[in-house]
């Protein structure tokens, strides 16, 4: 996660260089549509993987090798029916959503990421429950530097759509290398993927699945329309460069907090297919303590060195610092957020936390980014702020039951 969230902040700071600021929020606003598809179609597919897969691969390996099996088809098939809806309404949605029409044959380039972003997602799950991350990162650090690469030649010689181009090569050679990847490390385990058994566990859909499809189905939309919001207004794409930038440069003081949630997350499910009660709660004090201390040192320093840093996407980016300093302030939200929601999250509870948080966020920062929209990338900044708040009581509220559940 360290390598995809740094080799995109390297690669904007390439393609900013490159490409102008309209054509790099052009870039951006397509880069935000595939993301909001794979995100939507993932449906939670890696999140379950993790959580069941940690949960029962020590007690219980054969029910871990039909959960495998059955996120292995889910993927599989949501990412086909995705990329193939994209394929088909790329420009329709260039022509009537984002009302530049030029955007329909990146979007169409997309496609094959959006079917491996769903693939790798699953990926990512399945190594992570089985607490592989030493073969998460070995196999991230070559697709990154790919990407890197490409957005140099393609960016250089065909612009956006060439910036498209290169997200969607380092993806498919991210997901092959993944496969590789999670074939070795099931071995490792003595799981067996169970294709055909895995309709057995058909109700792990119902509890967990659909709810985190749910979730996704909402806040990723929500995210995608901040971003149409602000592209929408007067000189619309080149606020969307700035605010993408920053929001770039944000979520590089999260990468650890989001590794550790990730991390722990596994860990603390693990801890309840034991009935290990003691060293689940120790755990996510401790997560919560590092996630805290590590988001001060990172806000600071971002805080601090933030023009300067900007500065490396080109001069007229340095106007989006107080963007900047608003996006770290929901960074702190957001990943003591996170941190919380470990608790809710290892526990199942997936339905509450689709009612209790996701509704009321994402609705918070649609109307939020809508009102706000005029103020350009300043006012989507803004929304962050307003639905993070949210966010952080919401998910605080909703531990709080889960917690009384578990005692």
Not at 4 to 33: D, Y
Not at 49 to 62: C, F, L, M, V, W
Not at 152 to 160: D, Q, S
Not at 255 to 271: E, G, K, M, T
Request: glycine share 10%; charged share 10%.
């Amino acid at each position: 996660m360290a390598s995809m969230q740094g080799g995109t902040l390297i690669g904007n700071a390439i393609l900013t260089n490159l490409l102008g600021r309209s054509e790099f929020g052009q870039f951006g606003m397509v880069q935000s549509t595939l993301l909001t598809l794979s995100g939507i179609s993932q449906m939670g597919i890696g999140m379950m993987a993790t959580k069941y897969i940690a949960e029962h691969r020590d007690s219980d390996p054969e029910r871990a090798g039909r959960v495998l099996g059955l996120c292995n088809v889910i993927s599989i098939g949501a990412a086909l029916l995705a990329s193939g809806l994209l394929a088909i309404a790329s420009d329709w949605l260039a022509q009537n959503i984002l009302h530049l029409p030029q955007l329909g044959p990146m979007l169409l380039i997309g496609t094959a990421y959006v079917f491996f972003s769903v693939v790798n997602s699953y990926q990512m799950g399945v190594l992570a429950g089985l607490e592989a991350y030493k073969s998460l990162a070995i196999h991230s650090l070559f697709p990154t530097a790919l990407y890197l690469a490409l957005c140099v030649i393609l960016g250089w010689r065909w612009g956006a759509e060439g910036a498209v181009m290169a997200l969607t090569v380092s993806m498919m050679a991210r997901t092959a290398g993944f496969f590789i990847a999670t074939q070795k490390e099931s071995r490792r385990f003595g799981l067996i993927e169970d294709r055909r058994g895995g309709w057995q566990e058909r109700a792990l859909l119902w509890r967990f699945a659909l709810p985190s499809a749910l979730t996704g189905f909402l806040s990723m939309p929500a995210l995608w329309l901040v971003n149409v919001f602000v592209a929408r207004q007067p000189g619309g794409y080149a606020e969307l460069a700035l605010f993408a930038v920053a929001l770039s440069l944000r979520n590089t003081i999260l990468i650890l907090p989001q590794i550790a949630n990730n991390v722990v997350l596994s860990f603390l499910s693990n801890q309840l297919g034991r009935k290990n009660l003691g060293s689940y709660w120790r755990l996510f004090r401790l997560n919560f303590i590092i996630t805290s201390v590590v988001l001060l040192v990172a806000g600071s320093c971002m805080a601090l060195f933030g023009k300067v840093i900007l500065k490396i996407f080109g001069a007229s980016y340095v106007s989006g610092y107080n963007v900047l300093l608003i996006l770290i302030c929901a960074g702190f939200l957001e990943a003591s957020s996170n941190a919380i929601y470990q608790i809710v999250q290892s526990s199942g509870q997936m339905w509450l936390s689709f009612l209790a948080v996701s509704v009321p966020r994402d609705g918070v920062l649609i109307i939020s980014a809508y009102a706000m929209a005029p103020m350009g990338a300043k006012g989507a900044a803004i929304a962050y702020v307003v639905a993070a708040l949210v966010s952080f009581l919401s998910v605080a509220l909703a531990a709080r039951r889960v917690r009384a559940v578990l005692a």
